[in-house]
C-alpha cells in the first residue's frame, strides 16, 4: 500500500449523533436542504431592486447577481414543500438580473471586478457569477420572455467565447470553475467545441492533484481553495458524467477529512493560500459522489446545522439539491483519544493525544512576489477540545512573528499601512522561511527539523499526563536565532501570574518575562514564560484580499517571542486553565 493511501485511512475526525437520525441515514437530506432554500427566497427577493434588475446593496458589484442561480432552483424543484415553483415573481427577478448582467459587461463580456470595500481590481469574466448565470439560464431558460432570452444569450455567448480562451492556462482554481461553466454552456447552446474544451482542461486537472488529494498553487496543499477544484469536478461530472474525475473526488474527499480538527473547521498551517477560520467546512457536490464524500457531508452538515437544524445557505442547499449524487454513506472514523495523519512523505503530520491535538508543516519554500501564495513560515498549530484552536492559524505575508523561527532581524521585515503593491520578497538580513523541513514521530513526541540556512532550528511537540502540552524549541545560541508561538485572539485581554490584566487592542503591548511573571493566562489558556521571553502585541497579517493589505485586530496575533541569544533551548507549557470570568480590559 503506497504511503499516501494508507496515512489517510487515519482520519483523527468524529461522527456526530445526528448522522443516525432517521431522517439523515442516507444522501442527500432532501428535506432539510429544500428548507434552507426555499426560507432564503423572501430574504433574496427583498434586496432585489427591479427598475435596474440589480440585487444587493450599494456599491453594487456583479457578485451580487450570483443569487439568479438558487432564485432559478426554488423556481424550478417541483416540490410540495416548494411554495417557490414556477413562481411568477421569482421568475420575473431572475430575467431582471440576467439583463442587469448584459446591461453591466464590456464588450469583451467581462464585468469590473469591485469589491463591497470600493477596491476594484480590473475588468473580468467573474467565474463565480458566469458559472451561477449559466446554471440559472439552463434551468429557466424555456420561461423567459422571448426579448430576455434574447438578450441573456448575447451577453452568455459573448462571455463564454472569451472565457474558452482560458482553457489554455494552467492548473488553477479559477479556470477550473471556468471550465465547469463552459461546458454546462456547451449543453446549452449545443457548442461542442466548448464541451471538449472543458473537458480536455478537466483531465489536465485531475492529472495535476497531488495523490494525498489536494491541488497546489505553488507548493504543497491550497486547502481552503481545494474546495473550488472539488465543487467545479462535481458539478462537471454531473453534466457530463466523464468518469476520468471520479478517483480524484474520492481522493480529495479522503483528503479534507484528514485535515479536520474536532470542531469541524480545517488544519491552517499546511495551506498556501488561506489563514485559520472557524467557520465549519461543509463540502460541496463534489464529495457527493462516492460514499466516503457522501459520509463526509453529513458529518460537517450535522456540525454545522446542530440540534436546531440551522438552514445552510441557499447557493450552496440549491447545488446539493440539483447537482448531487445519492446513495449511502460511509461513516468516517469515530472520534478517539489518539490519532495520526501524515501527509506524503513525512511532509505534514497531524496528532491527536486526547485533549490536545498538533499539526505540524513540514511544507517548505522560498517565499514568492504573488500577493496570494503565502509565505510557509508557520510551522506548528495547537489545538485543544476545549479551547479550539490556540496558537498557529496559517501563513501570510511581511509578517516575521508568525514565523516559527527567524534567522537575523525580524524589524527589518514589515508591511507599511497603505501600501497596495509591495514587494513581498525584500534582499533583507532575515529569513523567515525555512529551506528545508524533516518531521520525526517518537512514541509521545512530535519533532519538525527546519533549516534557515547553515543554522538547523528543531520545535518538538509532547502531550503530557495532566492535559498539558510541552512545546520545545531549540537552536543555536548567539546566531540571531528567535521562535515565535503565535497565539489567536480569542479574548480582549489577558491575565498575567503578577495579577495584571492585559488589554489587547488598537495599543501595542510589548511585556517582557519579568512584568508577566512565570505564566499568563488568555481565554482559559494558560502559558508559561520561559526565561528571556517576551510577549508583543499585535502581529497583524498581511490581507491579500484588501488592496492596500489591513487586517482587523481579530487576525491579529498575541506572540511570544523566544530568542537564543543565552540559551538554546526554550520550553513552554501550555494547559487549560478555565476562568472564573473573563478579564475585562483597563
Known sequence: MEKHTLILSLALIGTPAALAQEDWDTWPPRAYLLKSLTEAVPDILDFYHPETGRFGTEPWICLDQNVLFPLAAAWAIRDPANPWYHSDQVLQAIAGGGEALVDAMDDAGMWLFKKKDGSTWGQIHMPWTYSRWIRAYALVRDALPAATRAKWEKGLRLGFTGICKYMEDGPHNIPTHHAMALYIAGECFDNQEWKQAAAAFMARIVRAQDPVGFWSEHFGPVVGYNDVYVDALGVYYHFSKDPVVLEALRRAGQFHASVLWPDGTSVAAIDERQTYSGAIYGGNVGFTWTPEGRGFLLMQM?????????????????????????????????????????????????????????????????????????????????????????????????????????????????????????????????????????????????????????????????????????????????????????????????????????????????????????????????????????????????????????????????????????????????????????????
Not at 478 to 505: I, K, N, S, Y
Request: charged fraction near 20%; proline fraction near 9%; aromatic fraction near 8%.
Open 302 to 586: 450535522a456540525r454545522w446545522a446542530g440540534p436546531e437544524r440551522r438552514a445552510v445557505g441557499a447557493d450552496y442547499a440549491a447545488s446539493l439539491l440539483l447537482y448531487s449524487g445519492d446513495g449511502p454513506f460511509v461513516a468516517p472514523p469515530a472520534d478517539r483519544a489518539e490519532g495520526m495523519v501524515v501527509l506524503g512523505k513525512n511532509d505534514a503530520l497531524i496528532r491527536r493525544r486526547k485533549p490536545w491535538q498538533w499539526a505540524l508543516s513540514g511544507y517548505a519554500c522560498p517565499p514568492v512576489q504573488s500577493r496570494w501564495i503565502q509565505d510557509r513560515q508557520n510551522l506548528v498549530d495547537l489545538y485543544h477540545d476545549s479551547l479550539g484552536l490556540v496558537a498557529g492559524g496559517g501563513n501570510t505575508k511581511l509578517q516575521p512573528y508568525w514565523s516559527t523561527f527567524t534567522v537575523g532581524d525580524p524589524a527589518l521585515l514589515r508591511h507599511q499601512p497603505g501600501d497596495e503593491a509591495p514587494g513581498f520578497v525584500p534582499t533583507i538580513d532575515l529569513r523567515w522561511t525555512p529551506d528545508d523541513a524533516e518531521i520525526a514521530n517518537h512514541d509521545a513526541v512530535s519533532v519538525l527539523t527546519a533549516r534557515y540556512g547553515e543554522v538547523s532550528c528543531q520545535v518538538s511537540v509532547e502531550a503530557r499526563a495532566g492535559g498539558t502540552l510541552r512545546v520545545t524549541y531549540q537552536a543555536p545560541r548567539g546566531r540571531r536565532v528567535e521562535a515565535h508561538l503565535p497565539l489567536l485572539r480569542r479574548a480582549a485581554a489577558l491575565r498575567t501570574a503578577t495579577g495584571r490584566t492585559v488589554a489587547l487592542d488598537e495599543e501595542p503591548v510589548l511585556l517582557d518575562a519579568a512584568a508577566i511573571g512565570e505564566h499568563f493566562v488568555f481565554a482559559g489558556l494558560k502559558v508559561t514564560m520561559p526565561p528571556g521571553a517576551s510577549l508583543r502585541w499585535p502581529a497583524r497579517p498581511h490581507n491579500p484580499y484588501a488592496k492596500d493589505g489591513a487586517a482587523t485586530l481579530a487576525e491579529a496575533r498575541l506572540v511570544l517571542v523566544l530568542p537564543f541569544t543565552e540559551t538554546d533551548e526554550h520550553a513552554v507549557i501550555l494547559s487549560h486553565q478555565p476562568e472564573e470570568a473573563p478579564p475585562t480590559k483597563h
